[in-house]
């Protein structure tokens, strides 16, 4: 086992949320419906808000204004990502902690919590199960601890990637685990890691503390904070921000999420990839208050809000929340989703269809299999997209920006989208999503101008379809 690394700083790191300056954001009164308008008016040009802005956003809360914000959000996702959703699963590695964490079942003083860690044999027998149900994207989870060093979370994706079942690989491999130093982040780049997420948790220092002991290593907030500053200075520059919604007042995390995306804009010329906002979930061993809990509608403001704060950064809502909402959530501005989640430690092969709630981190909202997943979208409209072209073309980090250009989408991810869920459909699918998914792609190429770029994506869908071949990527 070896020791947590020292907590070095990234250069030039600074505490940049002040919090007295984001409660005064808040303390204005009722929005100005004028200067609402002028503000949506300017996040529909696809420009992103100033944390000013988005304070004002957040107090509009007159039934009219919410829903003029919601209209807003709803036709900025479409004409910023088009009807595609991504979509991933969670790989929950190893759940020994070091922290103390109030909301969470893997915190060390939980003594109900079973501690478990994947030998590099499970971890095979579980991406195996991922891939045998069509998953290309996973998020791998780790707790806090020196046996989680990041040369453990390198050997464990490269041991990820190697896996291969029928036509089934894992191409892009994520990490939501303790922050890392410089050498750490160097460590998983090279190991091929796609974004690198941490979650501030709190963004309110006084709810920081109360959450996160200082004597522990998460009790540490600059160093937090700074996480992927050093992401940063280290190379690796597609990262995922987060706040656990429930913690502390909604509105005081949103501004600051759009003051965590700003700065690393400003620092690095690159916003984070993806914006995560769990809310805090029932776990075993665990009471919180419920004083900040988000109410269902609070939520759907969250998303709306943040989707024309920080127009091109990914959305991701998680299956802590159940399908209906998840299903709103959608429409509002979300771009990624998992789905067939399972959460306890070794839950894809071993729990059957039950949670096993003393294995888990907290309980899950929706635990469809991901085939349902896949036929209510595509039922509802949408495209669920595999595609991992961009990121292993190297088109992240400030390449990623290129979404802003116009075509990109039309050129690159609708097409690449199109491709993924035609494999999904041939090797993965029910006969039942098959058949949605064949008239949702007909569909979609009947939509693109007749020409060349047409025919292309025809050719590809039908090699996939005809034939053994796969991975074709624009
Ligand atoms: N241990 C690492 C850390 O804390 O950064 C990595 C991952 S932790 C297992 C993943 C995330 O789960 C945390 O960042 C937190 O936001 C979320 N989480 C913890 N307890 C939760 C709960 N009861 N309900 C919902 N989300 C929770
Ligand atoms: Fe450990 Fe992360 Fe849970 Fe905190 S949230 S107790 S650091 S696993």
Not at 229 to 251: H, K, M, P, Q, T
Request: with cysteine; hydrophobic share 40%; charged share 25%.
């Amino acid at each position: 086992m070896s020791a947590l690394t020292t907590m070095t700083l990234s250069e030039r790191a600074v505490d940049f949320i002040a919090d007295d300056e984001l409660m005064l954001c808040l303390s204005l009164g009722p929005a100005d419906p004028g200067r609402v308008r002028e503000i949506i008016a300017k996040a529909l040009t696809r420009t992103a808000l100033s944390v000013d802005e988005t304070a004002e956003l957040v107090r509009a809360d007159s039934p009219a204004l919410i829903q003029e914000i919601f209209a807003a959000a709803r036709s900025l996702k479409e004409a910023v990502y088009g009807n595609r959703i991504v979509l991933f699963a969670p790989l929950y590695v190893g759940n020994h902690c070091v922290n103390d964490c109030a909301y969470c079942a893997f915190r060390r003083s939980n003594d109900q919590t079973v501690r478990r860690t994947l030998s590099s044999k499970e971890v095979r027998r579980q991406v195996e199960a991922l891939e045998n149900v069509g998953h290309k994207r996973l998020i791998l989870v780790f707790g806090e601890h020196p046996r989680y060093d990041a040369a453990c979370i390198a050997r464990t994706v490269r041991e990820v990637y190697s896996v291969r079942a029928g036509h089934g690989e894992i191409r892009r491999v994520n990490i939501n685990a303790a922050p890392l130093d410089h050498e750490g982040y160097r460590l998983v780049k090279a190991a091929g890691i796609g974004t690198y997420q941490i979650f501030q948790e709190t963004y309110h220092h006084e709810t920081y503390r109360r959450m996160h002991p200082p004597s522990t290593r998460k009790g540490n907030y600059l160093y937090r904070l700074d996480g992927l500053s050093r992401a940063f200075e280290a190379g690796c520059d597609d990262v995922g921000i987060g706040a656990l919604f429930g913690l502390y007042d909604w509105r005081f995390e949103t501004l600051a999420l759009v003051a965590h995306a700003l700065h690393l804009q400003e620092r690095y010329g690159v916003g984070p990839h993806t914006i995560s906002f769990p809310r805090v979930r029932p776990a075993v061993g665990t009471r919180l208050d419920s004083r900040w809990s988000v109410s269902d509608e609070r939520f759907q403001r969250v998303i709306a809000i943040l989707r024309l704060a920080v127009p091109y950064t990914g959305l991701i809502l998680t299956a802590r929340e159940t399908a209906k909402v998840r299903r709103e959530a959608l429409r509002m501005g979300v771009s990624q989703i998992d789905a067939g989640s399972r959460i306890e430690i070794g839950g894809y092969t071993e729990v059957g269809n039950a949670q096993a709630i003393e294995r888990e981190q907290f309980t899950l909202g929706d635990v469809r299999r991901l085939d349902e997943v896949m036929q209510e979208l595509l039922s509802d409209g949408y495209v669920p997209s595999f595609c991992t072209a961009c990121y292993r073309l190297g088109r992240t980090g400030e390449h990623f920006m290129e979404v802003a250009v116009p075509g990109h989408v039309k050129r690159f991810c609708s097409p690449n989208a199109l491709l993924t869920l035609m494999e999904y459909l041939v090797d993965y699918a029910s006969p039942a999503t098959r058949a949605t998914g064949e008239k949702r792609i007909a569909e979609e190429l009947a939509r693109l101008p007749e020409g060349k770029a047409r025919q292309n994506i025809a050719t590809r869908l039908d090699r996939i379809r005809g034939s053994g071949d796969r991975d074709f990527y624009f």
